[in-house]
């Protein structure tokens, strides 16, 4: 049942169209993030900031696969997995500078993306909590008849927590339609892997609960949709959850308040990690193809630039929400039909 690096279904990489919107997707992402970075540094956004710059073959390579229906939970480094499901980035920018143009109104911030028209369920900003949520979601898909999946991200520190090892028995336990992906960045906050878990090849935790498990190498985006398609494919007909390893490895620190390189890790260790830039390995692959030229990356880039410039720009015109917007979405109406509806429309 265990598999450690699953072959790679690259029968796609030779499509030049779709490399074309993977590409596009992780440039958007890296440029975004950077974006996020100077605009945090200039005091436009507040509170904790987690960037994604480095992982974004995992985000690129799960969601490129789902289908509008299928949902998404994860973790407060969201930013990227937002922008890869669909979210506009003057959404994203807005909810980052607090304003009521973002997604959450302004009021969820950088670890709180949510969008449910998109199946985004959030952005948690505690560790390990949403893991029995993606598991709900799961249950309340089999229980309603669908073939929906959720695939529900996670840092590696979270493979620690109760709440994984209680969500995880119940998928294995009820064959839920899950696919748990660890973004095995090796670093919780400062500390290592090695320093943290008694077993390093994580993955092998699903053995516990019964479940498919294997290990992808998260710097390549075909590794990654190889072993996620895999995992889709076993929920969405057979209604059997997986757990995935994706190793990956974040260039730049914990959070804004955390150096790049920090104490815990060395220059050299970040120089080595960076030689398999996600980005910079789909770029090569398209050259070797003859599916990308220099012009076409260079047009490419600024566009995207002048995206992001523009969510710059929007959020910054953005309004803050007024001080009554303290008292809203406090409660729930219950007397209201809408607390009926399901979590999304089918």
Known sequence: MAKKKPESKNSDNSDAELNRELLHSMLLQRRFEERTAEA????????????????????????????????????????????????????????????????????????????????????????????????????AIKYRGGDQVCVCFMG???????????????????????????????????????????????????????????????QDVFAVRAAVQEAIDRARTESTPTLLEVRTYRFMGHSMSDAVSGTYRSKAELDEYMKRDPIALLRMHMHEQNQLTDEDLQKMDEEIKAVCQDAWDFADASPEPPLEALYEDVYVDTTSDAITEPVAAN
């Not at 302004?106 to 029995?132: E, N, Q, R, T, Y």
């Not at 290592?192 to 609960?209: F, M, N, P, T, V």
Request: hydrophobic share 40%.
């Open 40 to 139: 945090y540094a200039l005091g436009k956004i507040g509170g904790f900031c987690h960037l994604y710059i480095g992982q974004e073959a995992v985000s690129t390579g799960s969601i490129s696969l789902l289908r509008p229906d299928d949902y998404i939970i994860t973790t407060y480094r969201d930013h990227g997995q937002a922008l890869a499901r669909g979210m506009t980035p003057r959404a994203v920018m807005s909810e980052l500078f607090g304003r009521v143009d973002g997604c959450a109104h302004g009021k969820g911030g950088s670890m709180h993306m949510f969008d449910k028209s998109l199946g985004f369920l959030g952005g948690h900003g505690i560790v390990g909590a949403h893991v029995p949520l993606g598991t709900g979601v799961g249950f």
């Open 156 to 218: 590696e520190s979270v493979v620690n927590t109760g709440a994984f090892h209680e969500a995880l028995n119940m998928a294995g336990l009820w064959k839920l339609p899950v696919v748990y992906v660890i973004e095995n960045n090796r670093y919780g906050m400062g500390t290592s892997l090695e320093r943290a878990s008694a077993i390093h090849d994580i993955y092998e935790r699903g053995a516990a609960y019964n479940m498919p498990r294997a290990q992808c190498d998260g």
